[in-house]
C-alpha cells in the first residue's frame, strides 16, 4: 500500500511524513479510513486468503508520530508489524490501541495533535488509537473557562467523563454541580443543550466522547447544531454550511397544510404565492396565514 502517495494527497499542506498540527486529527481520520478500507480488502484474521505479508510503502522519513500512527493502524489487521523488511534481528512492533487519559501526552501522537486554545488544551485519542464509530478526546477546560458554546448536536451522542477538577453543568435551564467520576450523557436531539463551565476556581479535565451511528460520519457528518445563547441553529457538514437565527423557527404546520400550492417562503416568515410544475401559486393571504 502506497502511503507515500497518499501522504500528499490526504494531507496537501504536510511535508510527506510529517503529520497536520492544530486540529489536525479528524484529517488523520480521513487517511485513516482509506488505510482501513483497503486493508480489509486484502487482510484480516477472517481471511483464508489474506496475503503473507503487506507491504507499505511510507515516505521517508517518517515523524516518529507519524510512525506511530501507520503502526497504530496497522496492528489492528496483523499481530506483527515491523518497521524494516523482517530479520531475525527485526523487533515486532504491534502497538495496543491504549492511551493513557490520565497522561495522553505520554504517546507522540497525541502530544503532537494536541492543541491549546484560550479555553484551554485538547488531546484527540481517536487517531491514537483506531478508525470507528467514536471521537474521544481529553480536554482541560482553563479555571473560569467552559467546555464549548451551550450546544447541542443531531448527528452524535455525547458523553463526558470529568476526570479532574469540579466545575457547573449547564444542560438546558438547569444547572448541577459536577466533580471528578461525574459521567453526563447528552443523546442526539436539538431539545437539551448542555456545556461545562470550570467556574469553582480550577482546571477541569474532562474524556469527551462522541458517538456516531455510522464510523465515516464522523468525517462531514451532516449535523444540525442548536447554539442556545447565541440563539442560532448552525448546519455543518460536508455539502452544506450555514446558519439560521433560531427566532425566525416557525411551527411547520403550514407548510403541510398548504403542501401542494406553489409558494416562496421569506426571511421573516411571509411567503409570496408562485405557481410551480404541478403546484398550482397558492391561494388566500399571502403574508402566510
Not at 9 to 29: I, W
Not at 82 to 94: D, K, S, V
Request: include cysteine; aromatic fraction near 8%.
Amino acid at each position: 500500500m502506497r502511503w507515500d502517495l497518499a501522504w500528499p494527497l490526504f494531507l496537501p499542506d504536510c511535508a510527506p511524513g510529517s503529520l497536520p498540527t492544530g486540529g489536525g486529527a479528524q484529517r488523520l481520520t480521513i487517511i485513516g479510513r482509506w488505510f482501513w478500507d483497503h486493508m480489509g480488502l486484502m487482510a484480516g484474521r477472517l481471511r483464508p486468503d489474506a496475503p503473507e505479508a503487506v507491504w507499505l510503502v511510507c515516505p521517508t522519513p517518517l515523524s516518529e508520530p507519524a510512525r506511530e500512527f501507520v503502526t497504530r493502524l496497522a496492528s489492528f489487521w496483523c499481530d506483527e508489524v515491523y518497521w524494516e523488511p523482517p530479520t531475525p534481528a527485526t523487533e515486532n512492533r504491534w502497538t495496543a490501541p491504549v492511551v493513557n487519559v490520565s497522561d495522553p501526552t505520554a504517546s507522540p501522537l497525541t502530544a503532537a495533535l494536541t492543541e491549546t486554545y484560550s479555553q484551554g488544551q485538547e488531546h484527540p485519542l481517536l487517531a491514537a488509537t483506531a478508525v470507528g464509530r467514536m471521537n474521544a478526546k481529553v480536554q482541560v477546560v482553563a479555571a473560569g473557562a467552559s467546555s464549548a458554546r451551550l450546544h447541542s448536536h443531531t448527528a452524535q451522542d455525547e458523553y463526558y467523563l470529568i476526570l479532574n477538577g469540579s466545575g457547573t453543568l449547564r444542560m438546558g435551564e438547569r444547572r448541577q454541580p459536577i466533580t471528578r467520576g461525574c459521567f453526563v450523557a447528552k443523546p442526539t436531539g436539538p431539545d437539551l443543550p448542555s456545556h461545562i463551565l470550570a467556574d469553582q476556581g480550577e482546571p477541569v479535565t474532562i474524556l469527551d466522547m462522541e458517538v456516531y451511528p455510522d464510523a465515516r460520519q464522523f468525517i462531514g457528518a451532516k449535523d444540525v447544531m442548536n447554539y442556545a445563547d447565541q440563539r442560532e441553529l448552525v448546519m455543518d457538514g460536508l455539502g452544506w454550511e450555514g446558519m439560521v437565527p433560531l427566532d425566525t423557527l416557525q411551527a411547520t404546520h403550514d407548510v403541510f397544510s398548504h403542501y401542494f400550492d406553489g409558494y416562496e417562503r421569506r426571511a421573516d416568515g411571509t411567503v409570496t404565492p408562485r405557481p410551480f410544475p404541478g403546484q398550482p401559486a397558492r391561494p388566500g393571504n399571502p403574508s402566510g396565514a
